[in-house]
């Protein structure tokens, strides 16, 4: 079938950036069918005016940041139920410089952690990642350097 | 942290987050109940009549004047001429339905002869732009009428021919592709579909039995 030819090639590189954009493997199985699920009843919308692989990860990229701004909208109206239930907790132990990299790239804000994760962790190209995204070439190069000097600030305090 | 050891961490992330296998087999299932089930793969075809109503429009008036070409002229017999003798037990098929069927089965025919012949001569190498080129546009244009095809009575009617519109249309998107994009896997990637669908055996069948119920 013509569908799992397509779902074969291009299974690999959708679920790894949706790995790594939402750093779980359930939910990036999930964003991963929902993906596909998508790509396929709106392949009427596909004009071939861009490669295959830009269309299907653009719409990676519109699946996962629609569920994360449902999961942020959902986790502010737990916070505001539960704001005056809360208590103070003993500090954390210091993390690994791991975890203070994904803590890093998670509090970024949306755009410039989907740039520094396609450009740093997934080698897409800034042109590959302009064009997913629908924005010019030099915006894309500029949220990247914005988001790895954020980074940079946030691990400066990391003592190795 | 100096410049140094954040380059070195920076070049380090896609090892220091690797990805884990992801079960693709159980994933393709899901995706295969959700979408290539019959029900809502009907919906689907639906959905791009809604979504692009302007194509789906100038689709139907392209192929109606195709049917209407195909059309024999409405008789022009004198008003008294008698009417021809109907047995007894026979209900007459109305004229118009008839002649309509049949103008489908000739649009079909002609389709899927297009078709054919779009895949036939399709390289099995990656060809220079200018083919892609030309490639790439008759893929769109067919790829119009597969996608009213799919919605037309002749694919209702016959499921057959409905399955293999439907992965014509996906080995259709794929061509149309190249127009935009030369990748020397590309071309590799269509004729593996083609051939893991059994499309163009299918195709020269039911191109075969279209042309015998003409």
């Given at each position: 079938m013509a569908g799992r030819a397509l779902y074969d090639t291009h299974a690999p590189r959708v679920y790894s950036l949706a790995y790594r954009l939402s750093g779980d493997a359930e939910k990036a199985r999930e964003f991963t069918q929902d993906t596909f699920i998508r790509a396929f009843s709106r392949l009427s919308q596909f004009r071939g005016d861009a490669a295959f692989s830009t269309w299907l990860h653009r719409i990676t990229v519109t699946v996962i940041s629609n569920a994360r701004r449902s999961e942020v909208r959902i986790a502010r109206e737990v916070a505001l139920d539960e704001a005056s239930s809360i208590e103070m907790s003993a500090p954390e132990a210091e993390?690994?410089?791991?975890?203070?990299?994904?803590?890093?790239?998670?509090?970024?804000?949306e755009v410039y952690r989907t740039t520094l994760v396609m450009h740093d962790?997934?080698?897409?190209?800034?042109?590959?990642?302009?064009?997913?995204?629908?924005?010019?070439?030099?915006?894309?190069?500029?949220?990247l350097s914005a988001a790895r000097a954020q980074l940079r600030v946030a691990l400066a305090a990391f003592k190795e | 942290m100096d410049e140094k050891r954040f380059e070195d961490l920076i070049r380090d992330l896609p090892q220091d987050f690797d990805v884990p296998e992801p079960p693709f087999e159980e994933m393709w299932r899901v995706i295969e109940s959700a979408h290539f089930d019959a029900t809502v793969s009907a919906q689907r075809s639906r959905g791009f009549a809604r979504s692009v109503p302007w194509l789906a429009a100038a689709a139907t008036l392209l192929i109606g004047i195709g049917i209407g070409r195909y059309l024999p002229p409405k008789s022009s017999s004198a008003p008294n001429a008698p009417a021809p003798a109907v047995?007894?037990?026979?209900t007459p098929l109305p004229a118009d339905t008839s002649a309509v069927a049949d103008a489908y089965r000739y649009q079909t025919s002609r389709y899927l002869g297009q078709a054919a012949a779009l895949l036939i001569s399709l390289p099995a190498k990656d060809a220079n732009g200018k083919t892609d080129a030309t490639f790439a546009n008759k893929a769109t244009d067919l790829l119009v009428t597969t996608r009213l095809l799919i919605d037309s009575p002749a694919a209702a009617q016959d499921p057959k021919l409905r399955s293999l519109l439907e992965d014509l249309e996906l080995v259709l998107v794929q061509i149309a592709r190249l127009r935009t994009e030369r990748n020397r896997s590309d071309l590799d990637l269509i004729h593996q579909a083609v051939e893991q669908g059994d499309v163009l055996s299918r195709l020269n069948s039911a191109v075969a039995t279209t042309q015998s119920s003409e």
């Open positions: 993390p690994d410089l791991k975890e203070c990299i994904a803590r890093a790239v998670e509090d970024l804000t962790m997934e080698g897409y190209t800034h042109a590959e990642i302009a064009e997913i995204l629908g924005v010019p070439e030099g915006t894309c190069k500029s949220r | 047995a007894a037990n026979e």
